[in-house]
């Protein structure tokens, strides 16, 4: 059967995790980071050739301070955690979004895990970060000015100057926690996902829940337009 690709998951429920055991947002989003330390394992194990984790939206700066700090400081957390394993399991990280608008500390950080991490060749670990799938076409648009070579592109040369260059387009979106929309994800890379909701709250998400995603999109019957 076909193993997908790409898989992109938009991690959601977090602070709905933490709220129905009566806890403060931020032990939602610390359980999220064993959900996302098991799925990179389990997909990186399954043969996934390219993992995209929305981790933080460009919208996310609308929360309060404290969450957003909350949530950096596991992001740190986690790199420091990881990386040592993630190089091991020949994972290569990477990293999409407006970047330099991150905090020093972070941008160093994640700068160290894709550096260390650049000439593995197994799973690509793509972490979408202060990522807006809007933010990306008009940096794309703005790039493309900028350099000036061309007065007209077409599709193909416009995808070299998305974030997501050398990446496939994802052939599974899962969503978790019952939402069913986008939030500005992979708006151009989406056009022909196949899409995965799932009740499930995003810290509750594991290996099992993976494979039951993938197995489903094993039944669909992709068609591109054609018949
Ligand atoms: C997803 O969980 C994590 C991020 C957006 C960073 P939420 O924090 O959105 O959790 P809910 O949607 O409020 O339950
Ligand atoms: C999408 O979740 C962003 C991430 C998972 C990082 P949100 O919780 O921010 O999305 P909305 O606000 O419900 O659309
Ligand atoms: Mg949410």
């Known amino acids: 059967m076909l193993i997908p690709k790409h898989i992109a998951i938009i991690m959601d429920g977090n ?111 793509n972490i979408a970060l202060n990522y807006g799938g809007r933010q990306e076409i008009v940096d794309a648009v703005n790039e493309i000015i900028t350099e000036g070579i061309y007065k007209k592109v077409d599709e193909k040369i416009f995808e070299k100057y998305l974030y997501t260059t050398d990446l496939p387009f994802p052939d599974l979106i899962i969503r978790t926690s019952g939402e069913s929309r986008i939030s500005n994800f992979l708006l151009w890379q989406s056009a022909y996902s196949e899409f995965y909701t799932t009740k499930t709250l995003w810290p509750d998400f594991k290996k099992k829940n993976l494979m039951e995603a993938i197995s489903d999109y094993q039944k669909r019957n992709r068609r591109f337009g054609g018949l």
Request: net charge positive.
């Open 15 to 125: 602070g709905r995790w933490a709220k129905k055991r009566g806890l403060p947002r931020l032990y939602g989003h610390h359980a999220g980071m064993k959900s996302v330390r098991e799925v990179v394992r389990a997909a990186s194990d399954t043969g996934i050739r390219v993992l995209t984790l929305y981790a933080f939206s460009t919208e996310n700066w609308n929360r309060p301070k404290s969450e957003i700090k909350g949530l950096f400081n596991l992001l740190k957390l986690f790199i420091k955690k990881e990386l040592g394993s993630l190089h091991k399991n020949n994972v290569k990280v990477i990293i999409i979004g407006r970047i330099s608008e991150l905090p020093i500390n972070i941008v160093k950080l994640v700068k160290k895990a894709t550096e260390k991490t650049s000439k593995n060749t197994g799973m690509i670990l």
